[in-house]
T-cell receptor, first 116, second 116 residues
Framework: GIQVEQSPPDLILQEGANSTLRCNFS?????LQWFHQNPWGQLINLFY???GTKQNGRLSATTVATERYSLLYISSSQTTDSGVYFC??????????????????FGKGTKLSVKP | KAGVTQTPRYLIKTRGQQVTLSCSPI?????VSWYQQTPGQGLQFLFE???????NKGNFPGRFSGRQFSNSRSEMNVSTLELGDSALYLC???????????????FGQGTRLTVV
């Protein structure tokens, strides 16, 4: 099956610093999402980005589908950015319901700690 | 618009018992997926339902089952609970189109199950 690798596994930053999180995947995908898991466990949607570049405030993401990787940029980090960031992909395969496998495959996450 | 709602938020069960978790998707979403998150295995896909039919299943034993109702609400059931079933169970909903697969997935707050 498809493999999703995230790096780095852990990242410690001083407040105000910038960071780049990387997600590599081993096969073609039709869906790629970035999530932030809050301390209570909920996965918060950051980006739905199968390809291209998107920005939302201090966060931006780029997916280069042909090279099978995605990057999440966090600028001017704040302590509230702390938590685990997950990349998840979905493959498109032939099937009766239009090709979707119907499931996201997650990386192991990057644990970000932002110190005041 | 209301998000994905999971109930209950917390559960403590005894080994050997069974448990039922509930998920109400975002209005208009017809696809509901379930995931298990543990410290050791990370986020793993359990199953996906679309229009009351299971269309994809992960690699979990038959003790894990689910269903979807005509209003797209879904339940998952775990029978004969084991200590290793202690986990955060997350539900996701998304729009699904025949021929296009799923779109962006949105997650509920999860149900934290503890088996003692």
């Amino acid at each position: 099956g498809i493999q999703v690798e995230q790096s780095p596994p852990d990242l410690i930053l001083q407040e105000g610093a910038n960071s780049t999180l990387r997600c590599n995947f081993s096969d073609s995908v039709n869906n790629l999402q970035w999530f932030h898991q809050n301390p209570w466990g909920q996965l918060i949607n950051l980006f739905y980005i199968p390809s291209g570049t998107k920005q939302n405030g201090r966060l931006s993401a780029t997916t280069v589908a042909t090279e099978r990787y995605s990057l999440l940029y966090i600028s001017s980090s704040q302590t509230t950015d702390s938590g685990v960031y997950f990349c998840a992909v979905e493959r498109l395969t032939p099937g009766n319901y239009g090709g979707s496998q119907g499931n996201l495959i997650f990386g192991k996450g990057t644990k970000l700690s932002v110190k005041p | 618009k209301a998000g994905v709602t999971q109930t209950p938020r917390y559960l403590i069960k005894t080994r050997g018992q069974q448990v039922t978790l509930s998920c109400s998707p975002i209005s208009g979403h017809r696809s509901v997926s379930w995931y298990q998150q543990t410290p050791g295995q990370g986020l793993q896909f359990l199953f996906e339902y679309f229009s009351e039919t299971q269309r994809n299943k992960g690699n979990f034993p038959g003790r894990f089952s689910g269903r979807q109702f005509s209003n797209s609400r879904s339940e998952m059931n775990v029978s004969t609970l084991e200590l290793g079933d202690s986990a955060l169970y997350l539900c996701a909903s998304s729009l699904a189109y025949k021929g296009m697969g799923n779109t962006e997935a949105f997650f509920g707050q999860g149900t934290r199950l503890t088996v003692v």
